[in-house]
């Protein structure tokens, strides 16, 4: 079983920008990949970004490369999110997920089994 606790989301204008946290507890030697995704009110939860925990190698989005950046500290069992240049449209639920199933890099989000609760992400114009 696997814990996570999101953290740092706020409110901030265009352009600004935020770091989510993520706190990983449990059994985490299990975990092959995590990712970010979020949920906005009347859509679908998207994929934002994931990364390998064994290679490091991430993924992301097309709407948000080159402003968000995932990272990951295996020795603090974290991962963040930095989010820069943000817009209107970034504005939504973030969940921080993970995933210890092959194959799991490239935000499938049927590959994640454990999830946070949220943190919210608000963004005005």
């Known amino acids: 079983q696997v814990r996570l606790v999101e953290s740092g989301g706020g409110s901030v204008q265009a352009g600004g920008s935020l770091r989510l946290s993520c706190a990983v507890s449990?059994?985490?030697?299990?975990?092959?990949?995590m990712g970010w995704f979020r949920q906005a009110p009347g859509k679908e939860r998207e994929g934002v970004a994931d990364i390998s925990t064994l290679d490091g190698r991430s993924y992301y989005k097309d709407s948000v490369k080159g402003r968000f950046t995932i990272s990951r500290d295996n020795d603090k069992n974290a991962v963040y999110l930095q989010m820069n240049s943000l817009k209107p449209e970034d504005t939504a639920m973030y969940y921080c997920?993970?995933?210890?199933?092959?194959?799991?890099?490239?935000?499938?989000?049927?590959?994640?089994?454990?999830w946070g609760q949220g943190t919210q992400v608000t963004v005005s114009s």
């Open positions: 997920a993970a995933s210890s199933r092959s194959g799991c890099l490239y935000l499938g989000r049927a590959l994640y089994g454990d």
């Open positions: 449990g059994s985490t030697f299990s975990i092959l990949c």
